[in-house]
């Protein structure tokens, strides 16, 4: 199966030293998980601790926490920030240590529950379309609506009209930064919320390991998601995600980095939009002269002719692009 | 033939006053052309005057109007700005008014001469990896490096390790501004050169009328260029670009929208690229209401579960980004 | 007196070929004038030709060109772009050649009529803090208010609250652009609608003359402002203001400069707000290597312990930023 | 005295709860401070507890903690982000909850040692003029160049050219974050490194308290700094600082604000820089309305008359603005 096939030679099977272990199995229930996380750093409790190689069930919650329960809810009644987009972990990964790089394959998302919805709203002073806390404007802010939205197999059913593919990814992927602690709402060179629809099943996150263990976290997972989440929202939704966790010695990340089948990303978050842009690129450059033998300024001319971007958040405190470029062209 | 098919179901087939014309040929040779343009405005001397639903088959120059002969010249010495990027035009379309669009449908483009090659480079100050003259800083430039890009059929032949496909797109179309002339580097309202790699054959894309006879300008062919062309230059090549033109009465743009086979697409240009994304979106918001029949915020927040984003040019004073939806979820 | 004093050893006086002739005085009255300008360019007829030197009284409109009549007019009805913020001009400067540099020492500004008021207001979709073209969002717009305010001898009568300090500066000053030609609400390289508070009675503004006889055009006059000119528009008025112009020869600059008893400052306009910024700063850098004798190193750090900012346009197409060095630290 | 009248009718001689008390007062040497902090949040072990009204003498340290002592040492040698800009801190507040203010009136700053120097220096991708590791190039670095600056009474003696005035305020100042923990280069909605030159003595700034007892940060002393701080770092060095502290019940703030006896003003971080000038104004329209008595448009349109915008940080992670009115014009 080709799936199977490519995650053989991926980095992560190549240089994880745990990819030949037999994987244990460790499950992440909300139970085991207890209190979620707003705030991904160094100062909290890990809840599990795992071997390179290892496969671990996470139970997500939404993005709202499930607080968010009918369309006739007030999303600015039922959420106080920062207490949004609630999180898994922190996980410790073992013989994780500053300097090494960690690899995270999203096997599978399935939605928790019976009759399972997802949910997506406007929230006032929030998305792509709206002046916000930072582009402050002092316009009328946009209504509050909340559409449910039924997760059937393959299916988002959007509305009477509109279905849309079940497109899961997870939007919040982050390992801990050295002594900061960070906002589940902003992505940065950690990772955290990039909202990059690539980051699902078939994907393989590489993120930097910058305190010891570590210290992974997860959440925040999509049924589906349009390149920015324009709105503020994807159509949110309590996950049961399938993911398999490695460790790569002493490779250094400045920023994360992402594989799939077809290319390889890196991912770049700041303000203003062109800064993530640049930062994604130059990341590209220098890692196709790192590992892939190209002259830098062959690199940078030659990404100008077949780089591809990725637009992801572009409604939260800073904006997330991922630039990829083919596997095809990165063969010697 | 699927592309026959779908032009015919185009919103240029629906809606061109000329679509049911036998197309008279035009041919915009550089002769005819004489001096080509680097300002785009209402000032200049119309070329050529056709009627909607004609065809045009234009010879273009390419982006350095050919003064980078070898791989030694430099840029700094051979190029002078405002002096780059030639503009075949302005044509004259009879009947387009103010308030009008025209469609511009561009059926084929070509490589002109024996051995064709493109032309790639880097030019000092210029590209999206380097301060410039707007992102002014004190750094020392880049170098100055020239590739001369063979151009072989289907292929590009980038360098011995890396061939590319060769997907050929109009880098500049522009209708004129009403009253401003706008250099040829620069994207706008009126178009210009937005760098869009969806901008190629089997695209249709709508421009704004905003001067007597709509003054449409052409130029800037690519055989192939990455989102956003970050080293600032694509593989640059002088065309034989064939485009059938029409127009449509009583249609006011805001910005220029482009139409594919597989989805339609609204443009913005602005810097930060964060604006140019927000005009995309909110045009394509308003396009879904006017259009299509949805609740301007069922579009929005739909756009937030299956939006996609292209980044054109993010290299030169203003950015690009297309939005674009599927036309599988406008079929009501 | 101290304001004769300086101007007697200003850049102007040292270096203007015109600064020892007798000033010719010339008259640039509404009827003069005729039709005013609302795009700056190369492509207009000339109203004036002066000699380096020479003396100008020039009757601006104000920036709606008085159409705005009452409080209870709604700008919207009254105003359609591009065709706001009319300009005088051109006019041109004997000699003057591109390469060169022009000087404009605004003398005095006066209101004109009889009663005179000045006119602010909020124009839907203008200013800094509401959603806008280019800042695409989808919230209501602000309220449209006018705002008719009388301008006493030395004060403005902003309320029966508050009286502001009568404090007249030109908003628009621009040369030619070389082949562009670009509407008057936007600032640039050339100038243009830079909405700086210093650019009153007392300085001197030096512009690069792209095109030949340079094509000076002026209007946009304010009866004060605040940095940022938040809501759009400032107490904008028709005035009769009087310039004297003078040419430097070979004196190639590549932004506006100006120059106040006090400092010197360099002019840069562009979006983001920091790129506007970092023009400003590079320029005054460059400068004081050039023409001070410093190092561009100690330039730099030094302007990191006394560059002083001043925040001009910020509600316009693109922003402008002053930087500028008390003239006490350039003595050697 | 002028300054010791305005600050007896300043809000925080009004508001606070501490003002009539006889001040204890705190030493916070270096010995009692201990450890230095480089992340502002709730999770770091509080130095000290005061009353409202309390003054405290702070021992604070350079922004390099003096590991820059000689001209001959290179910053990238000697630094390692994130341990720059060391914190004095957290001084713990009595009775101050979230959702009050607390007011730091900075009362004088004075350099430590014999023979005072500051340090200046330009430090690889760091600075307003080069390429960072935000705005991403692919440039050689700007050199790396140290100043030792002697500060000598009233005066920073740049070199031998150029003396400059001793004019001393605070780069850092900060309360803690919700949950967060801000690394203390970055400005932000909770203070943190704002490098406004109007921070210094006869300055009053308030914070909002969103963590029990407020934990109160400050470093970051700066003999002078230019607007914009471009080249990356001020006179940097060693302060005794003494500050009295103050809690208001009950003022709930958004953003940090600012009073001096000529005006108040708001501060507003973000990127790209016209966001934290947004945040600024809008910031200065809601107090204006809030504690003045102006109706919104009232203040916005009046701001657009007589608004006064300070550039502070804009080489960090985040850039800061304030925004400011005279108090000549908030008398009712």
New interface residues.
Partial sequence: MAKADWTLTSIMARRGVGAKRKPAVHDLTEARQGKYH??I?P?SDPVLTVAPGDRIRVETRDAFEGAIRTERDKPSKRLRL?FVNPQNGPIMIEGAEPGDAIAVHIESMAPRGENPHGT?C?IPEF?????T???????????E?V?KVPIEGKS?R??D??T?PYAPHIGTLSTSP??????TLTPDAHGGNMDLPDMGPGSITYLPVRAPGARLFIGDAHA????????????EYASLTTIRVDLIKGWTL?WPRLEREEFIMTI?S??????A???A???L?RWMAADYGFD???A????????????GN?VDPK?TVG?AISKN?LQ?
Avoid: H, K
């Avoid at 806390?133 to 209504?143: G, H, V």
């Avoid at 700041?270 to 800064?275: G, M, N």
């Fill in positions: 707003y705030t750093g100062y920062p997506c406007m998305g792509a379309l709206t002046g806390a930072l582009t402050a404007t002092l316009n009328a802010p946009l209504p609506i559409r988002v959007w509305s009209r509109v849309l050295e002594i900061d602690s960070i906002n589906c998601q349009g390149d920015g989440e324009v709105c503020g929202t994807a159509v400045d770049g700041a303000r203003p939009l062109e800064d842009a640049r930062i690129y130059r990341e450059v830098q300024w062959d940078y001319m030659m990404l100008s002719q077949c780089g591809r971007v990725r637009l572009f904006y630039a062209y010697s």
